[in-house]
């Protein structure tokens, strides 16, 4: 915690969970889909579902989806937004068990035909936490540069791919790894302290068995 | 170094230093952040720069999605203007502040959250009209800042800054125990003045719930940030005028932790006592899906 987490952050109101978080969420979505998202299906869980309209929650959430900040003054215009950028969304509402109240499945598909499906909650003060990726439970937050790996499930994959951090001198803070079934495929979650360039990316993604690699930076969001 | 664990610590640091209080929370945090004072300052001076810019993008005909909200900030100005108040023009103006910025975040503008969005209202509900009516420089009102964010860094490390963890005394109540030291700051006051004001603003909101109409921050979030901002005056006055808080600061915030923890779940931003459970705040109920 520092200074600007008590004095700040810069938002559009009016809730740190239900709009800044839900910004955050979107955000999230699409830097992980990495590509233009042009279509969405958000389903709402929890309190999210049913105060999210007063929060203005579905419209932070499409505009994270647009790759707006927070404190971005259109956030309550996302939806005039979404259409002239050709985004088609819908929302519902879903039961999900033992999550955050405030939480969200969103399911994406980019304009390279790429698709996605992300749940992620919001607890508090803006912040996030994804907990479901492609059917997969997980559990990061973003607030360390991070590394999600799809890969089809055999032996050596995880050595393989922390070798490869290992040699670009990152370190690994956590690592998590999920697998739909045996012999099926995972996804592996990787936070670091460091940032990871973009070259350490592109080289997981050329090693054997790994289906698709996604690196996550954190910004600097607010003023 | 100030470690914000403790406002006697955050005084003795600052009397060992020989620095004033807002300068040493600046330095303390550089050096915790890894940013230069330089950086820090821009980004403390664009604080303010959003919270002006906020108070000017309120328009009295705007409503909040639920329609409980709006207009009070406007009505608030035009009664202070025709003169005859029962507060006298200064506080007219800071409570006009106080609602608009309540009223701008429940409409979904551009607000600085300070220490949160619901309680957004009462740190510029203070400072914009002091300067105003008093007169200060943006340099003593960024250095304001920094003591109103010093406090804050330790009422949430010792206590909390989240109405869902702590009920409202941990936001409104936060807001006003940063805002009184900002006050103290600007009159020239001590550092035992400033954690006095601090102290006096949190134990004369102490136990204050959070108990939202329909879950949505409004009601009564809006008015709150009226009595967040008068008690950070009053806070600010005794602790100038040689008043001190009987009961330790650091003490006082251990009590505001504890009553906190001791509050019930249906008074801690669930939407589910307190007003929310009226019957008129059963009518904006949200249904469950």
């Known amino acids: ?223 | 170094m100030i470690e914000f664990t403790s406002i006697g610590q955050m005084l003795r640091d600052t009397e060992q230093a020989g620095r004033p209080l807002w300068e040493n929370v600046l330095l303390s945090d550089c050096e915790r952040q890894g940013i230069s004072r330089e950086e820090s300052l821009a980004r403390m001076t664009a604080m303010l720069e959003v919270m002006v810019q906020a108070d000017q993008s309120y328009h009295p005909g705007d409503r909040s999605a639920s329609g409980l909200v709006g207009g009070d900030g406007g009505k608030m100005a035009a009664y202070a203007q025709a003169g005859d108040t029962l507060c006298g023009p200064f506080l007219s103006d800071v409570m006009a502040g106080a609602l608009r910025m309540g009223e701008c975040n429940a409409c979904m503008k551009r607000i600085v959250a300070a220490p949160t969005a619901g309680a957004c209202g009462v740190l510029p509900a203070v400072l914009l009209p002091y300067r105003r009516h008093f007169g200060a420089s943006e340099e003593a009102l960024v250095q304001a800042l920094y003591v109103a964010a010093g406090f804050g860094m330790v009422i949430a490390e010792r206590a909390s800054i989240s109405g869902a963890e702590g009920g409202c005394q941990a936001e409104i109540g936060s807001a006003a125990a940063m805002a009184a030291p900002a006050l103290v700051h600007l009159q020239g006051g001590t550092p035992e003045q400033m954690a006095n004001a601090c102290a006096m603003a949190v134990k004369n909101l102490l136990g204050l719930v959070c108990d939202p109409v329909g879950g949505l921050v409004e009601v009564p979030c809006v008015k709150r940030n009226v009595i967040g901002a008068m008690d950070a005056l009053s806070a600010a006055q005794m602790a100038l005028a040689g008043i001190e808080s009987r009961v330790p600061p650091d003490q006082v915030l251990d009590a505001m932790a504890e009553v906190g923890q001791s509050l019930p779940h249906t008074l801690r931003e669930t939407g589910k006592g307190g007003l929310a459970a009226t019957p008129f705040g059963l009518e904006y109920a949200p249904k469950e899906p």
């Open chain 1, 1 to 223: 915690m520092n200074l600007f987490d008590i004095l700040g952050p810069v938002m559009v109101g009016p809730s740190s969970s239900h709009t800044a978080g839900a910004v955050r969420i979107g955000r999230m979505a699409r830097s992980l889909l990495g590509q233009e998202p042009v279509r969405a299906e958000l389903l709402l869980h929890g309190s999210f579902a049913s105060t999210g309209e007063g929060h203005g929650t579905h419209q932070a959430l499409i505009a994270g989806l647009l790759g707006l900040a927070p404190d971005d003054s259109r956030v309550p215009n996302s939806f005039e937004l979404a259409k002239e950028r050709g985004l088609e969304f819908t929302f519902g509402s879903c039961v999900l068990r033992e999550v955050h109240p405030n939480s969200v499945l969103i399911r994406l598909e980019g304009d390279q035909g790429g698709k996605l499906e992300v749940g992620a909650s919001s607890p508090g003060g803006g912040r996030i936490r994804v907990f479901r990726v492609d059917g997969l439970d997980t559990s990061f937050s973003g607030d360390l540069p991070t590394l999600v790996v799809h890969n089809t499930y055999q032996p050596g994959c995880v050595s393989q791919v922390t070798g490869a951090l290992a040699r670009r001198g990152l370190n690994v803070a956590t690592l998590q790894l999920n697998r739909g079934g045996r012999g099926g495929s995972a996804v592996m979650v990787i936070e670091c302290d460091q940032p990871i360039p973009p070259e350490a990316a592109r080289e997981v993604r050329d090693l054997p068995g790994i289906l698709r690699v996604t690196r996550y930076t954190p910004e600097e969001e607010h003023l």
